[in-house]
């Protein structure tokens, strides 16, 4: 059976990303920066920027990887600044599209109150060209994403979406009347179970799914943040470098958190997901940095 992805109620819509494929190496997204998003520091949380560059950057992945699918492999994200205002831009461009991997440079910006992609995107936009030249845009976060290619029938979406037809052309998720409650931890379902230790669990359910069925990158993102917040309270995540390791498509996952470093200033992590009831079974490892609040990153 064929599905749209993402479903009516889903995560992605929820954040209202807009994303135009500019060219076949290129996307640029654009996605707003509210309440719901923002972590104790007041700024961008950096499960929300995960969760908007992975669709981002699988664009750029998926029109490379034809014929096969994409699957995304390791996430690594570099806070330069906080991300305050908004919107967030999200501008990737293909670094490499191997045999076995597609690999994806990317860049997050502070839009500083830009309303739309036509702010940036009128008269189109050519690979060399910087948004920057643009509009006076702010660069908070520094990235990488690496995907591997897999068969095209892994995914529920491949018979029905052909990604060389995004090429050119505007994309937007646009979240379904009413909007959720709470914040994006607990909109996707995070749950706290001990803050010492980070130990937080997260279900695989509609919302938080991926087209394969089994939990969303973006989600792990988000589930990263929550733990590594929920071990070290008075502290923000700001860095972050995810290895996907197994698809769970049943059940879910729990987090453990091992303290690496802490000082005033800011503190290192490293994150473990494991499907609950087999603590063998890691799904993904994280490291994450975080700083100290109220102070932002400068």
Known sequence: MTQTYPPERHLLRDLDITTEQVTARRSVSLAPVDDAVRNPAGTAGIGFV????DVNCATVALVAGQPDWTATADLTLYGLRGLTEGPAIVD??????????VVVGVDVYDGHGIGSL????????GDGDQLTDRRPLELATAGLVTFSRIPASASRSSSTFSPGSLIGQRRRMEPAAPRPEGTLLERVGLRVLHGDGGVVELDNHDYVQNSFGAIN??????????????????YSGADLQIHYLAQIKEGGTRTTVRVLRKGDEHAVCSV???????????????????????SPRR
């Open 272 to 294: 473990s997901a494991v499907e609950i009831g087999r603590p063998d079974r890691v799904i993904a490892l994280a490291t994450v940095t975080l700083l100290s609040y109220p």
């Open 217 to 234: 990158g973006g989600a792990l993102g988000v589930l990263f943040q929550g733990a590594a917040e929920a071990a070290l309270p008075g």
């Open 92 to 101: 990737s461009r293909l670094v490499r599209a191997g045999t076995g991997i």
């Open 118 to 125: 036509d702010d940036l995107l009128t008269g189109g936009l």
């Open 50 to 53: 995960a969760a908007v560059v």
